[in-house]
């Protein structure tokens, strides 16, 4: 069999380091290259034609997605597995619409990683089992993914993390704490947050987000 070529995309270079330091462990595997952000990474991809590669969602110059949709046209054979510390459904749903073949988050061990490599090479759909169920979901109609991709939009991606930890149950402290950002831009926010989905109260926003499995 010949060996799996593998390239590598996160915006993080000690993460990327320690996945080509894990992925290499395996003989079967070949990293064939590595980028940070998504206008290095398209033409990385383009250059190698590697069999899969390894994608992070959040990263300068439009994410993940953003990858997938530059590269597909060109190079529709290679395939896509989203790794991602996010399980928000928004991020699992918007990088499979993209192209993106599987998706797992970075608790994922090495040899776990290496088999979803390989799976999805050979045109399986890998995702961790709580995201399954969101695809699944969206797919059969549960989720609105039109409607939250359309509300989303309102959203800056500043007001986007502020909403999620608001709905987690963090305090307004917590939150700045979190977002190395002052408690009062956090009210700022929260507002802004309330008046684009027109709602009414933190409670009303907690529920927003989880009928759409946000949080």
Do not use: C, N
């Not at 990474?41 to 959040?58: F, G, K, S, T």
């Not at 994410?63 to 928000?88: K, T, Y």
């Amino acid at each position: 069999m010949s060996p799996l070529h593998v390239l590598v995309v996160d915006d993080h270079a000690m993460f990327r380091t320690g996945v080509r330091a894990e992925l290499q462990k395996d003989p079967g595997v070949v990293v064939v290259g590595e980028a940070e952000d998504v206008d290095t990474a398209v033409p990385a991809v383009l250059a190698a034609r590697p069999d899969v590669v390894l994608l992070d969602v959040h990263m300068p110059g439009g994410g993940g997605a953003e990858v997938i949709r530059r590269v597909l046209p060109q190079a529709p054979e290679v395939r896509f597995l989203a790794l991602s510390v996010s399980d928000a459904a928004e991020d699992v749903i918007g990088v499979i619409r993209a192209g993106a073949r599987g998706y797992v988050t970075k608790t994922i061990s090495g040899a776990e990683l290496v088999d979803a490599l390989h799976r999805v090479a050979s045109g399986d759909a890998v995702f961790s089992p709580r995201l399954a169920g969101f695809v699944l979901d969206a797919f059969a109609g549960t989720i609105e993914v039109a409607q939250v991709d359309e509300d989303l939009d309102r959203l800056t991606e500043r007001e986007r993390e502020v909403m999620r930890l608001i709905a987690r149950g963090y305090a307004y402290k917590e939150v700045a704490k979190e977002l190395f950002i002052s408690v009062k831009t956090v009210e700022t926010h929260v507002s802004s947050v309330l008046r684009k989905l027109q709602l009414s109260s933190r409670h009303e926003l907690t529920k927003w987000a989880s009928d759409r499995r946000l949080i």
